[in-house]
């Protein structure tokens, strides 16, 4: 069983960066597509970015496109969010989660998931 653990957020101002980090035990990452979710308090969760098998493809959400990148690390078992020009609406809960049978944005088809990390950006 596949576990994910993801690190690196916090308490930034308007206009900061922060890199998030989501770390694999159990299983290769490399099998899996990735993707990187968020929950603000009341929503539902949202989709931010996925990236393929190889890290040749990504996608993004469109309220972080330009601002956030995904990538990874297979050697590592190891996927990155930085996320830059951060803004109040991004405060959020972020998940990381796997998907091996797709490259999706929709959550109900990844198989794992973090147990989240909060990001809080003040105005």
């Known amino acids: 069983q596949m576990q994910l653990v993801e690190s690196g957020g916090g308490l930034v101002q308007a206009g900061a960066s922060l890199r998030l980090s989501c770390a694999a035990s159990?299983?290769?990452?490399?099998?899996?597509?990735m993707g990187w979710f968020r929950q603000a308090p009341g929503k539902g969760r949202e989709f931010v970015a996925g990236i393929n098998w190889s890290g040749a493809s990504s996608v993004y959400g469109v309220p972080v496109k330009g601002r956030f990148t995904i990538s990874r690390d297979n050697a590592k078992n190891t996927v990155y969010l930085q996320m830059n020009s951060l803004k109040p609406e991004d405060t959020a809960v972020y998940f990381c989660?796997?998907?091996?049978?797709?490259?999706?944005?929709?959550?109900?088809?990844?198989?794992?998931w973090g147990q989240g990390t909060q990001v809080t950006v003040s105005s």
């Open positions: 159990g299983g290769t990452l490399s099998s899996f597509a």
């Open positions: 989660a796997a998907d091996q049978q797709r490259f999706s944005k929709s959550s109900q088809y990844y198989d794992y």
